[in-house]
């Protein structure tokens, strides 16, 4: 009897240690979720990296390949891929994205103080940064035409610039999409037609996205573009020969956010990632990159760089509006503009 009392004991000793060392094994292994970010590569691995080591590597992210297509299109390509968390899409992606039924929703506890117009109401999407529209020029290319640096959207009329504006199609819906609902909005639909009217004898050149708008100025095939301030004045900090200026008639704010996936099964880690992304920590990754966007949560007066970018009238973005009416802005840019 005694005999089978000491087995016993052992053999609760040995199972007690074997759960123990399953435990610890368990533990021991990082927990990993899946990212698909349109933010810059360096600032997208710059949060990564900082996240998992605030998390002492028990937790990782994995970083999925971007999406072949762009402009709304690329929303159903999206909607195929595995990921948790959408990083760095606007707010008219989330929109669509929502509309399609692809979003779980989650409103971060700090953002409860950011003005209705900056968030989703249902909290499907959360914002995490903005940047506005500009000009961005390359000064000899400038000098070159003999034109001046615009200040004002009717600058872009003169003649000296014809033939040296490009901007990213409209149909991909980046800045060339955004400067049509900005003026929609800031003259109203009879003097947008007028507008577009006069624009069509400055011949605009179309490119792919802003990306290769940028890279035509900078290269001094074209003149001028319109993009956000983001890539405008990354290129501009690399390159002295270009020029970043803001339209001071008025013009519009990009909203950059981050979402959850409504298929995720790692929704837990998906809201700690973005309790991270609207975090100090968060905003000292930032203000150490050089990726130019102010953060929404911080007012004006709290920004650590470009306060004169950000001093100019901004239109009242109605993002529903300019979502939902994208083809008949684009087609009337379409009778103003045939190429």
């Known amino acids: 009897m005694r005999k089978k009392c000491i087995l016993l004991v052992i053999f609760l000793i040995a199972l007690f240690a074997l759960s123990g060392c399953g435990k610890l094994k368990l533990d021991s292994e990082a927990e990993t979720f899946k990212v698909y970010s349109e933010l810059p590569e360096d ?32 929303i159903n390509e999206l909607k195929d891929l595995d990921f948790d968390v959408w990083l760095g899409g606007t707010a008219e992606d989330y929109f669509l994205a929502d509309n399609k039924k692809m979003l779980k929703p989650y409103e971060a506890k700090d953002l409860r103080n950011i003005p209705t117009g900056l968030k989703d109401k249902h909290g499907t999407w959360t914002g995490l940064f903005t940047t506005n529209l500009v000009f961005l020029a390359n000064k000899k290319a400038m000098r070159e035409a003999g034109a001046e640096r615009p200040e004002v959207w009717s600058d872009l009329l003169t003649d000296e610039l014809r033939n040296k504006i490009i901007v990213s199609d409209p149909l991909i819906r980046q800045g060339g999409y955004r400067i049509l609902t900005t003026l929609w909005q800031l003259y109203g639909e009879k003097k947008f037609e007028e507008y577009a009217k006069n624009l069509r004898l400055q011949e605009l050149a179309y490119a792919v996205n802003d990306n290769a708008a940028v890279e035509a100025v900078r290269k001094g095939e074209k003149a001028l573009t319109i993009v956000p301030l983001d890539l405008a004045m990354s290129a501009a900090v690399a390159n002295n020969n270009l020029v970043v200026s ?18 995720t099964k790692k929704e837990a880690l998906s809201r700690t990632f973005i309790d991270y992304l609207i975090s100090d920590k968060a905003k000292k990754v930032l203000d150490n990159s050089d990726y130019y966007v102010w953060p929404l949560t911080d007012n004006k007066e709290d920004y650590t760089w470009g306060k004169p970018y950000a001093d100019v009238f901004l239109v009242h973005d109605d993002l529903r509006w300019c979502v939902l009416n994208g083809e008949e802005i ?4 379409k009778q103003a503009l045939p190429r």
């Open 43 to 74: 600032i997208t691995n710059a949060f990564i990296k900082d996240f998992e080591k605030n998390h002492k590597g028990k937790l990782k992210i994995e970083v999925v390949k971007p999406a072949e297509q762009q402009g709304p299109t690329r």
């Open 246 to 263: 803001i339209p001071t008639d008025g013009t519009a704010r990009k909203l950059i956010g981050v979402a959850i996936m409504d298929r």
């Open 330 to 333: 684009i087609e009337k840019l």
